[in-house]
């Protein structure tokens, strides 16, 4: 235990580091609305669907909670290229993370539909609402309260998950971290403060998240 | 799309990737174990007076959860290695999914813990319980039927972390050998598709068991 910490090393690369956690963020971000837009509609398959849409949807879902991201992606980024689609890094990625967190989205939104009320629905249509008055009224913000809470936790572990971009050479946090921690070998300050921007991002994310939830869809979200 | 698929070498290899999900499965069982161990010792910690023991616990959660699993896994691998503790692939790997796992176990075991009404312990420590007998024979028990269904969906999760450990050279656990095979072969198509395949049943299984399990135990 004869080591001697130089914080200052890990310090000087902190814009780096700082601009890889964007790339992390903006990953994450892209991942996400692109698994919700997947998740929807395998919700609104799997609810309202006949059988063989329902089959169809759960085979996907089951599929791709049942496999590691990391499998999903390799298969993307090295499988795809022998069948003459080749996908750059991020592309192959941003590709496999949205497929992955589909299938975790669609199971969330299912949920969601399933617990609005027919009764809601029939006081609504009997004090005379339109359809789209009932969707903005009633349907929304129902689904928005009970899906705040499960859908921000995703987004913070989705956040986590890009880490795996790393593996494929595109240069997010973690890919970033192993670059310089590979060059002057400050392996401990490096990574402590990798793991300080990470908590630091998870944090502010949720903060943003609770705000949002709590003046957009009036939910009583915690920020700590 | 001129490939043509060659299914029976990827198939002549399949001892070989059953092999690596025995090992896949062997490190998520024992991430479990130790995780489910040192979980419950943290959330017990949560709720202790010491505040120095309340902050370990807290920075432990934190970490853990707020952090990416496969940073988790460089850390054991190259950040210990700096300060002399040399763990090989294999021992980095299950190190970090553990620390993973016991961070979120925790979590859910600090909420199971809140279902168990302190009442009950009052009651046992009144009918002679010593302090560990009550929460061995009172909470213990109660905890895991409260948490047993958060903690199948972890074990699940560790199994798809176990592929992480490709990056770090594990070579024998399901990723590593299929990656093993592709770099020989070059019949990457073929190999991944068996090790997803092979990924969803070994996930099935363990969620199959865990039902069994819990029918046994708890008649649910």
Known sequence: MTYTFQWGEALKHLPYLLEGAWLSLILAFLGFWG????GLFGAVGKVYGGRLIYRIVDLYVVFFTNTPALVQIFFLFYALPEVGILLPPFTAVLIGLILNSGAYLTEIQRAGFISVRQTEIEAAEVLGMSLAQIVR????????????????????????????????GVEELTGRAINISTTNFRTIEIFSVTALIYIAIT?????VLALIGRYAFRVRAKIF | MNYTFHWRPAFRALPEMLAGSLVTLQIAVL?????IAIAVLLAVMTGSKSSWLRGIAATWIEVARNTPALFQIYIAYFGLGQIGIHLDSYLALLAGITFNNAGYLAETFRGGLRAVPQTQVRAARSLGFGP???????????????VFHPMTNQMVWAILMTSLGVVVGVSTDLTGVTQE????????????????VLYYLIAKVVTLGARLIAWRLFRY
Do not use: C
């Open chain 2, 31 to 35: 991430s479990m174990v130790i995780g």
């Open chain 2, 132 to 146: 560990v007998a009550a929460f061995r024979l009172i909470v213990l028990p109660q905890l895991f039927r409260a």
């Open chain 1, 137 to 168: 009224y009633v349907i929304v913000p129902h689904i928005a309260k009970t899906l705040f809470a499960p859908l921000s936790s995703f987004y913070i572990w989705l956040v986590l998950g890009t880490s795996m971009a790393s593996i494929f």
């Open chain 2, 181 to 196: 095979l592709n770099v020989r072969t070059f019949r990457t198509f073929e190999y991944f598709a068996i090790a997803a």
């Open chain 1, 203 to 207: 944090i502010l994310a949720s903060a």
């Open chain 1, 35 to 38: 698994g919700a837009l997947i």
